[in-house]
Protein backbone atom coordinates (compact mmCIF):
# COMPACT_ATOMS: atom_id res chain seq x y z
CA UNK A 1 0.00 0.00 0.00
CA UNK A 2 1.58 3.17 -0.77
CA UNK A 3 1.88 5.92 1.97
CA UNK A 4 -0.66 7.75 3.51
CA UNK A 5 -0.64 11.55 3.69
CA UNK A 6 -3.22 13.47 4.59
CA UNK A 7 -6.12 11.04 4.16
CA UNK A 8 -5.38 10.60 0.67
CA UNK A 9 -3.88 7.13 -1.07
CA UNK A 10 -3.50 7.11 -4.69
CA UNK A 11 -2.93 3.64 -5.94
CA UNK A 12 -0.23 2.68 -7.87
CA UNK A 13 -1.34 3.81 -11.16
CA UNK A 14 -2.61 7.06 -10.20
CA UNK A 15 0.56 7.24 -8.17
CA UNK A 16 2.53 7.29 -11.52
CA UNK A 17 0.81 9.60 -13.43
CA UNK A 18 -0.11 12.61 -10.94
CA UNK A 19 1.23 13.83 -7.77
CA UNK A 20 -1.10 14.13 -4.56
CA UNK A 21 -0.91 17.61 -5.29
CA UNK A 22 -2.13 17.14 -9.03
CA UNK A 23 -4.69 14.92 -8.14
CA UNK A 24 -6.11 16.90 -5.50
CA UNK A 25 -6.50 19.78 -7.48
CA UNK A 26 -7.97 17.92 -10.43
CA UNK A 27 -10.48 17.07 -7.96
CA UNK A 28 -11.13 20.25 -6.30
CA UNK A 29 -11.78 21.60 -10.10
CA UNK A 30 -13.65 18.69 -11.43
CA UNK A 31 -15.93 19.32 -8.24
CA UNK A 32 -15.92 15.70 -7.72
CA UNK A 33 -17.09 14.40 -4.65
CA UNK A 34 -15.03 11.80 -2.68
CA UNK A 35 -16.71 8.78 -4.14
CA UNK A 36 -16.54 9.96 -7.77
CA UNK A 37 -12.94 10.73 -6.99
CA UNK A 38 -12.34 6.99 -5.50
CA UNK A 39 -14.31 5.62 -8.05
CA UNK A 40 -11.96 7.47 -11.03
CA UNK A 41 -9.05 6.41 -9.05
CA UNK A 42 -10.20 2.47 -9.93
CA UNK A 43 -10.87 3.29 -13.63
CA UNK A 44 -7.12 4.23 -14.05
CA UNK A 45 -6.49 0.56 -12.64
CA UNK A 46 -8.78 -0.40 -15.19
CA UNK A 47 -11.04 -2.12 -12.97
CA UNK A 48 -14.64 -3.52 -14.16
CA UNK A 49 -17.81 -2.26 -12.18
CA UNK A 50 -17.94 -5.10 -10.60
CA UNK A 51 -14.75 -5.30 -8.90
CA UNK A 52 -15.23 -1.78 -8.02
CA UNK A 53 -18.14 -2.27 -5.96
CA UNK A 54 -16.74 -5.20 -4.14
CA UNK A 55 -13.73 -2.82 -3.58
CA UNK A 56 -15.50 -0.23 -1.74
CA UNK A 57 -18.29 -2.02 -0.42
CA UNK A 58 -20.90 -0.83 -2.37
CA UNK A 59 -23.42 -1.96 -5.05
CA UNK A 60 -22.97 -1.74 -9.12
CA UNK A 61 -26.16 0.59 -9.21
CA UNK A 62 -24.31 3.17 -7.04
CA UNK A 63 -20.92 2.72 -9.18
CA UNK A 64 -23.10 3.15 -12.03
CA UNK A 65 -24.87 6.27 -10.54
CA UNK A 66 -22.00 7.68 -9.70
CA UNK A 67 -20.38 7.40 -13.31
CA UNK A 68 -23.63 8.96 -14.40
CA UNK A 69 -22.75 12.21 -12.09
CA UNK A 70 -19.17 12.30 -13.41
CA UNK A 71 -20.26 12.02 -17.06
CA UNK A 72 -22.99 14.83 -16.28
CA UNK A 73 -20.31 17.25 -14.43
CA UNK A 74 -17.87 16.81 -17.12
CA UNK A 75 -19.73 16.85 -19.86
CA UNK A 76 -18.85 13.53 -21.26
CA UNK A 77 -20.46 10.39 -22.18
CA UNK A 78 -17.84 7.43 -21.90
CA UNK A 79 -14.88 6.08 -20.09
CA UNK A 80 -12.44 6.71 -22.35
CA UNK A 81 -13.92 10.57 -22.60
CA UNK A 82 -13.73 10.55 -18.99
CA UNK A 83 -10.30 9.84 -18.47
CA UNK A 84 -9.28 12.20 -21.64
CA UNK A 85 -10.93 15.19 -19.69
CA UNK A 86 -8.80 14.10 -16.55
CA UNK A 87 -5.57 14.16 -18.49
CA UNK A 88 -6.52 17.32 -20.15
CA UNK A 89 -7.28 18.87 -16.46
CA UNK A 90 -4.15 17.86 -15.32
CA UNK A 91 -1.97 19.29 -18.24
CA UNK A 92 -4.02 22.69 -18.05
CA UNK A 93 -2.99 22.56 -14.41
CA UNK A 94 0.20 22.26 -15.20
CA UNK A 95 1.00 24.47 -17.95
CA UNK A 96 -0.65 26.74 -15.66
CA UNK A 97 1.63 26.72 -12.17
CA UNK A 98 5.00 27.75 -12.39
CA UNK A 99 7.65 24.83 -11.89
CA UNK A 100 8.56 24.10 -8.44
CA UNK A 101 12.52 22.13 -8.01
CA UNK A 102 11.52 18.74 -6.19
CA UNK A 103 15.08 17.96 -5.15
CA UNK A 104 16.01 18.39 -2.22
CA UNK A 105 19.26 20.34 -2.98
CA UNK A 106 17.10 22.77 -4.74
CA UNK A 107 13.96 23.12 -2.62
CA UNK A 108 15.96 25.12 -0.07
CA UNK A 109 16.53 28.26 -2.07
CA UNK A 110 12.93 28.20 -3.63
CA UNK A 111 11.73 28.51 -0.18
CA UNK A 112 14.01 31.10 0.71
CA UNK A 113 16.01 29.28 3.25
CA UNK A 114 19.15 30.62 3.74
CA UNK A 115 22.69 28.97 2.38
CA UNK A 116 24.78 27.19 4.12
CA UNK A 117 28.24 27.27 3.59
CA UNK A 118 28.14 23.78 1.59
CA UNK A 119 25.76 25.09 -0.27
CA UNK A 120 27.18 26.04 -3.89
CA UNK A 121 26.14 29.33 -5.37
Not at 23 to 45: D, G, K, P, T, Y
Request: proline letters at 3%; hydrophobic letters at 40%; a positive charge.
Amino acid sequence: MPPRSDGLILNSKVAHLFTKTDWRRIVLLLRLSNREAQILMHVFEDMKDLAIATDLCISTHTVHTHFERMYRKLGVRDRCSLLVRVFETCLTLRARSPRVATSSKHAGRLRGRRRTAESPR
